[in-house]
């Protein structure tokens, strides 16, 4: 390892311009927090909508071509289909909608049915899962909604253009459960007129091993809709789709911009000591080992930037999940890929940036450069 | 007036030869050197005087591979300095250079200034150690190793440059004006300095000088004037 051993001047060099190896930490270091916490939510926020739909069960059934679950119709015959499936030991209808309320553009309803499992899986702050249903015109609350509703059990709430009374409230661990309405099915078709169809049909089978039957039998049965394994649904599902490129592009062009940040201190470091390096080629170094020592220098700000720039994003993961205004819906997730993803992309940008003076670097002509002294 | 190129007394085969070798700048509007010849033998002090602006620091970097000749044939330790893989090896192992203004890297210390050739060459760190401790006894400088050398004084500098350009033992050391910032005594000190080690490494030095006292002190004097090189 001999041989390597000049790249040591890399850290001397950074160690001698500190205020500009700080910039260019920060430039990386910003670029990884940022997609750290937009990877982070944006997995966490997809994460939590799978926990919605996958609750209890196996395999999703919806309306075939549809862009958005939101307009998904599975009528009252194709749930029957599904439930008299010989492979099916459960099924769950729900309707999906929005409406707003006051101080509250956006509530999420979900439509279901009183033997829903997730009503006895929450813990009850008030009333309890047998009350669900009973009564017309009731509905229930997920704690968080309850209380930026200023809701309480026994209260009458104005939820879009109708009055409900709250029949109940409970906490679920899922922030968009717990931020949401809940209502009988056929009361959420008829408030969002859609006549007796649901959005999704969730399916628990007697036998997991069972899917590939139960999908081909229920799709040749029912070809409007289409049933799709968990996992395979949230793989596919348009929506996620969009979200998780629209994270990693906006994640790139913060790290676009950190390599730019890179690049300028790089730029910077190689034409402000044209000499220096001019020197370092009259005591032997190679061209090669001058641009190594450049690449090095900036992969040394690059690991600088990642450990700094993790630090920073799970700071703001933190915040963020301790805001009031956001409690329940931050469940910031990182998964190893992102993880590999994010360092990846730390580390490409840096040498990227670093490409150009590198190779400017390489070209020193050490007799020009020491010429005019 | 002798040949350059054959001193009289015959002695051993050159280290460093120049034959008719033209340089020029400026798309050729400039001609420094036109026919320079010299050549330079193992150990020996060899002065390159001539006024400012005579090309005598031109031939030095063309032999040190610093520079590429228009024309003529270079050959330094049995390597071709217009080729780039010679270059590279000659600045390696063959050559050391000192510059009139020392060009030391500022911000590092005494030590990591001298180790630079080391590192190039991929040496062990007890190695470089203990060669850099050894030099920078010889130029009274073992006390500073760990000072940064812009903190350093005009002839501390030049001594570091010249411990630099020793560090890998080098055959041939090319000194371009090594005095000629340096005030009198120091100049003298230092003049000295490079004599005496040279002689302690066996390395021959090839010394650029517009100082006819320190062209004088050399072994043999070399004149360049009007692009080409005379034995004086």
């Known amino acids: 390892m001999t041989r390597f051993r000049y790249l040591s001047l890399a850290f001397t060099n950074l160690r001698r311009h500190r205020l500009r190896a700080l910039i260019g930490v920060a430039g990386i270091a910003f670029g990884v927090a940022a997609m750290l916490a937009i990877l982070a939510v944006v997995h966490g926020a997809i994460g939590m909508f799978e926990r919605i739909l996958n609750t209890d069960s196996d395999y999703l059934v919806f309306e075939r071509k549809v862009s958005d679950l939101f307009f998904s119709s599975v009528t009252p015959a194709q749930l029957a289909s599904v439930r008299a499936r010989p492979e099916v030991a459960e099924a769950h209808p729900m309707l999906f ?250 580390f490409v940008t840096a040498l990227a940036g670093a490409l150009y003076p590198a190779w400017h670097a390489s070209r020193i002509q050490p007799a020009e450069a020491l010429r005019y002294e | 007036m002798n040949n350059p190129l054959s001193p009289a007394d015959g002695r051993g085969a050159p280290l460093a030869v120049a034959r008719e070798v033209w340089k020029s700048y400026d798309r050729g509007r400039v001609e420094v050197l036109r026919g320079a010849s010299l050549a330079v033998r193992a150990g020996e002090l060899v002065a390159l005087w001539g006024s400012s602006g005579s090309g005598k620091s031109t031939l030095l970097h063309l032999l040190g591979g610093l520079d590429t000749p228009d024309r003529g044939e270079l050959q330094v330790c049995g390597l071709d300095p217009r080729d780039e893989r010679a270059r590279l090896e000659l600045r390696r192992r063959h050559l050391g250079f000192v510059f009139q203004l020392h060009n030391l890297v500022p911000d590092l210390t005494v030590e990591e200034n001298i180790r630079l050739p080391a590192l190039a060459l991929g040496a062990g760190v007890d190695e470089m150690a203990a060669r850099v401790r050894v030099l920078a006894d010889r130029v009274g400088l073992a006390d500073r190793l760990r000072h940064r050398a812009q903190d350093l004084s005009g002839g501390e500098r030049q001594r570091v440059a010249i411990c630099r350009a020793l560090m890998n033992s080098p055959r041939l050391i090319l000194a371009d004006e090594p005095t000629g910032s340096l005030d009198e005594s120091t100049g003298e000190k230092v003049f000295a300095l490079l004599r005496e080690l040279a002689r302690a490494e066996r390395a021959a030095v090839l010394l650029c000088t517009h100082e006819r006292r320190f062209a004088e002190a050399c072994d043999r004097l070399l004149r360049v004037r009007a692009g080409r090189v005379e034995e004086v």
């Open chain 1, 97 to 346: 909608g929005i409406v707003s309320a006051e101080d509250r553009p956006v509530v999420t309803c979900f439509g279901i049915e009183a033997a829903d499992p997730r009503l006895h899986r929450a813990h009850w702050l008030s009333g309890s899962p047998e009350r669900f249903g009973q009564k017309a015109g009731e509905i229930f609350l997920g704690s968080r909604a309850a209380e930026f509703l200023e809701a309480r059990a026994g209260d009458t709430i104005e939820i879009g253009r109708g009055e409900f009374m709250v029949g109940g409230v409970f906490r679920t661990e899922n922030g968009f459960e717990d931020g949401g309405v809940f209502m009988p099915l056929n009361e959420a078709q008829e408030f969002f007129h859609r006549e007796d169809t649901a959005s999704i049909v969730a399916v628990k089978l007697l036998d997991a091993a069972s899917g590939g039957e139960f999908k081909a039998a229920l799709e040749a049965a029912e070809p409007g809709v289409m049933a799709l394994e968990n996992r395979e649904f949230s793989r596919s599902y348009n929506s996620f789709k969009i979200l998780h490129v629209t994270a990693w592009a906006v994640g790139l062009c913060a790290f676009v911009l950190g390599g730019l940040g890179v690049a300028n201190t790089m730029l910077l470091s190689v034409f402000g000591r044209i000499r220096e390096l001019a020197v370092l080629r009259v005591c032997g170094f190679s061209a090669g080992q001058v641009a190594a020592l450049v690449l090095a220098e900036s992969l040394v700000l690059a690991t600088a930037g990642l450990a700094l720039g993790a630090l920073l994003g799970g700071t703001v993961l933190a915040v963020l999940a301790r805001l009031p205004d956001l409690q329940g819906y931050m469940a910031a997730r990182l998964t190893a890929p992102v993880a590999a993803g994010v360092v990846a992309t730390a």
